[in-house]
């Protein structure tokens, strides 16, 4: 019993005097030297990952412009918000305010006069487009500068049932 305790005060001895060792302390910075560069090291790591995820989304959103060739026709669902009352400088166009099926906010866009006549404020549109498949990834009012609007046609679908063709 003698033993274990005397065993236990050169441990407890051997263990203070080692925490203030040279040796010790050098191990000691150099861990934290080595835990400072791997913090910094996975902060640049993120920062690049996070970039390259900026990158893919603009590459995914332009590839087809470099790939894609040919003509497509789609047709989408939009409903009228708003036939808005303002003097364009053409005097033959229009803006009115239309909100997509689950996209996250309304958009203006400018269409002729005759085209305008065909809708009505409140109802739900099908819009026939055709034009360059290069454009397909043109989201809201950018397919009504990039597309030709062939066909405006009223519909009663709703929800998931609305159409939101892709570029074929």
Do not use: W
Not at 121 to 146: A, I, M, P, V
């Amino acid at each position: 019993m003698k033993n274990i305790k005397i065993i236990y005060c050169l441990l407890i001895v051997f263990l203070l005097v080692g925490c203030n060792s040279k040796k010790l302390k050098l191990a000691e910075e150099k861990n934290v030297d080595y835990v400072e560069q791997i913090t910094d090291l996975t902060e640049k790591l993120t920062r690049l990952s996070d970039e390259n995820v900026v990158l893919l989304e603009k590459v995914e959103k332009y590839e087809p412009e470099i790939y894609e060739e040919g003509e497509c026709d789609f047709t989408r669902t939009y409903h009228i918000i708003d036939i808005m009352n303002y003097q364009t400088s053409d005097n033959a166009s229009k803006f009115i305010i239309l909100d997509q099926f689950q996209a996250v906010n309304p958009f203006i866009v400018n269409l002729p006069e005759d085209q305008v006549a065909k809708v009505t404020k409140g109802k739900t549109y099908e819009f026939t487009f055709r034009g360059d498949k290069k454009y397909q990834k043109s989201e809201y009012n950018e397919l009504f500068k990039k597309f030709e609007l062939n066909n405006i046609k009223e519909t009663d679908r709703v929800g998931l049932n609305q159409l939101q063709d892709p570029c074929r």
